[in-house]
């Protein structure tokens, strides 16, 4: 961690001879960190360019005046050692004053120290690990935030298993629930909170399954589901072993919807699953596409003509580099539209004042770094699309 | 007690896949003495050469008439990488200390993996693979997946191919001898290359079977899908004795099995609530194999000298 401190050190003599020379021609980088190949890039795309979309929208319109940004961006191929190697590149960037990113939440947990000690303005547009923010013990009630310059947009596994739980018993009358998790920080922490409450509705977890992220095989699995008699099953993980699993429930002949998170809402579950018709899962915020403040994102984003599309996150990644450009303004706006020399920090603290309305809604954060946004949506394979099946504010 | 002929199904069917890879796997060690690592790689070209078969094909085109020409394409680009391998990378250390050629096939295994997930169009994530579409069969109270059927009809046609080569063929008696003496086969005019260069292109074919087998089953094929499926084979053709062609395939069935019985059932044994499930089915298999190495070293099967091929 000594090295961490002499960057962060030389980060302060960089911006004293950048902010010296001209207010004007000040380079600002935005870091992103997402799993841009492997089996979750079609996710790490969407918020790769929906960042890039935000920071040439600042640069169009002098968002900060003298400012101009820039993209860097860098593959953790969705695994926690790349992603911490990334942090340190990034922290040695003297430009870099904030980071949008990661796409997993064990990723996260390997970056967010490197952040931190160099005092670096970290938001994640879709980590859900509640321990990223309220520390470990905050199942037991004591929420203790472990990192100061560590936000997000998307909300937690403990907003979103539940409301799953709530709409799977009180919406759809299912019961009958198996659960089945890959043991990652993300799927295993969304099968534990839809657990708790769906057993504290009333419905019974008629079986318990892990599975290894990498499985493409689940018939033994498939078998038990079957002779439990589950009405219902939910997963918690992502698409790439998701959707061989939906698609070898319903070869098995088990006509049961497969419900799951966010990380499942993908047009490529779709892809992988030629039977997902019915099947299930919960994304934070309201629906981009019918968000009137996601119409100009929507449309910038066409305009702009990127391969892949935004995906479940491309707007919370947007709103995160926003919230990085809001912060680097007001630092900028304190200090006589020059950056000061200790930029970064300041960044870290004017970014947890930030709030504005972006393209999912109004965006701030609470004393953990949380979102103050709530909301959250039930999508529904409907014809080869994900279609919106409800939506609602959840409330404890 | 009523999921375990689903169960056992489910498990052969998976264990079948399993030996076919393990096939490669057992054949090149039987001729050459050479682990060779690269062969889950092999399997996995083979899954991208049928899928571009598939996508060559006009829209529309049956499965009936796809699925053969996959399965060529796929043996087809296999076999090709295999023998250039083969050539390219282990003879030229032929005679080199052991440890060369298996880092060389580690090597081989990361260069192939990265060609295809650089220059392989859309590769990066996985690629959609055709399934053979239709309600899933009920045979004697287990359910079948119709894409399973494949899987059910190629490995005993393939392992009958092989049984038949191996004993009542020139070439598969040549491979025979070059398996139990090199340097006499050579003496008796065998052309041991000629039959090393076959052993590698045996094993690939019957690796690019799986491969399609695999791609109908999941319908999906990535560039990764080698790694583990390559594990699991070799720990199959270890199980049933490396070296012995019949002990490959036996070794993929009782490993499948095994995966699916302790998926099934080990947390219902008393106290054993925790390590049951989909989560240590991996642990269990590689217990069995740790159990069946104590017991009978040379695998269930063992080096039958006279099989060995």
Sequence with gaps: MGALTVTACGSRNHDKGGSGSAASGTTVVIGVDAPLTGDLSALGLGIKNSVDLAIKTANSTNEVPGVKFEIEALDDTGKPAPGQQNATQLVADKKVLGIVGPLNS?????????????????????????????????????????????????????????????????????????????QKTYGAGLAATFKGEFTKLGGTIVGEEHVNPDDRDFSAIVTKVKSSGADAVYYGGEYPAAGPLSLQLKNAGIAVPLMGGDGMQSAEYIKLNPKSQGDLATAVGLSVGKLPSAAKFVAGYAAAGYKDPYETYGGYSYDSAW???????????????KLPDDARAKVVDAVQKVSFNGVTGKVSFDEYGDTTNKQLTVYKVDGGKWAVETSGTFTD | MHELPQQLANGLILGALYGLVAIGYTMVYGIVQLINFAHGEIFMVGGFGALTAYLALPGGTTLWLAIPLMLLAGILVSTLVAVAAE???????????????????????????????????????????????GDPLQILGTTIQRSDLFLIAAAPICMLILGWFVTRTRSGRAMQATSQDPDTAKLMGIDTDRIIVMAFAIGAAFAAVAAVAYGLRTGQVDFRMGFILGLKAFTAAVLGGIGNIY??????????????????????????????????????????????LLVRPQGLLGERVADRA
């Design chain 1, 323 to 337: 919230a990085i450009i809001q912060g680097v303004k007001a630092v900028a706006a304190a200090n006589n539209g």
């Design chain 2, 87 to 133: 050539r390219f990378a282990y003879r030229p250390l032929r005679g080199a200390p052991r440890l060369a050629p298996l880092i060389t096939a580690i090597g081989l295994s990361i260069v192939l993996q990265q060609l295809v997930f650089s220059f392989y169009p859309n590769a990066k994530k996985a690629r959609v693979f055709p399934r053979i579409p």
């Design chain 1, 106 to 182: 064990s990723v996260a947990q390997s970056m967010q120290q490197i952040f931190n000690d160099a005092n670096l303005a970290e938001i994640s547009p879709a980590n859900t690990g509640v321990a990223l923010t309220q520390g470990e013990k905050w199942a037991s009630g004591t929420k203790v935030r472990p990192f100061k310059s560590y936000f997000r947009t998307a909300t937690t596994d403990a907003v979103q298993g539940p409301f799953a739980a709530r709409y799977l018993y009180n919406d759809a009358k299912k019961s009958k629930v198996f659960l089945i998790d890959d």
């Design chain 2, 247 to 292: 002990g490959a395939m036996v070794g993929g069935i009782v490993l499948g099995l095994a995966e699916g019985l302790a998926t099934a059932y080990i947390q219902h044994l008393p106290g054993m609530h925790l390590f049951g499930g989909g989560a240590w089915k991996d642990v269990w298999a590689f217990v069995l194999l740790i159990v069946v």
